[in-house]
């Protein structure tokens, strides 16, 4: 029989766990979303001698999976007696939580910058024209007009990016860090428990990805409901 009443007694730590993940994913979302904006900008525009080594650049954080990078950083950076003797290794290159916000990071930024440079690119003509018409200047254009209706048109897909990111946070558990899968595994080793831990963990991450995608929807209404059809 499964035995629950262990993790109710150990419902802090689950709570610390999810914490955990809360405090390391949005963060890595928005460091690596606000790296993607001018990247993005640069391969929509396809601009000479930047675009190609950008391109490079991404298909090398998208390829991998999320722990074949994270395992290099935190365990192969040290490694290397410079990186060990760098002004960067005490504060952020030894610890296990910024090397997974670094990670993370680069990695989200990789995929936001491949489906953002797809929306700026099909940014509707007449948009653009409007703009023009207004006598915007290129980069105001681009501020008033083409990042903002990017972005809303590229929200379904960033609502998927978020939920991706959720899940491949487990990788924080194979570095020394306590999230919501590494405290179920802890439970099922602490106890010899084989389900109980999991279970539990699954339920962690139905409830996130839950909010998460109602969260989004809300936001899709209230962006995107200038293309809903009117009622007459």
Known sequence: PL??????????????GSLLTLEITPRSLLVGGEVAVPLAVVRAYRLRWVNVPIWAVADCFRGPPLLVQTGPIYYGLAQFELVRDSFLWGPI???????????????????????????????????????????????????????????????????NEVIFMLHSSVVLSTITLQDILGVGRWLNGRYYLAYEGFITAML???????????????????????LRPRER
């Open 204 to 226: 962690f991450y139905m409830v996130l990805v839950f909010l998460i995608s109602r969260g989004f929807r809300v936001w899709e209404k209230y962006w995107l409901g200038h």
């Open 93 to 159: 290159l030894s610890s296990a939580w910024w090397c997974a916000l670094i990670t993370f990071s680069l990695n989200t930024a990789g995929y936001t910058t491949e489906f953002r440079r797809g929306a700026i690119e099909n940014t509707p003509h007449g948009e653009v024209e409007a703009g023009r018409a207004c006598g915007m200047s290129p980069l105001k254009l681009m501020w008033r007009i083409v990042l903002p209706s990017a972005f809303r048109r590229a929200l379904p897909a960033y609502s």
């Open 3 to 16: 035995v629950f009443m262990l993790v109710v007694d150990h419902i802090d730590k689950c709570l610390y």
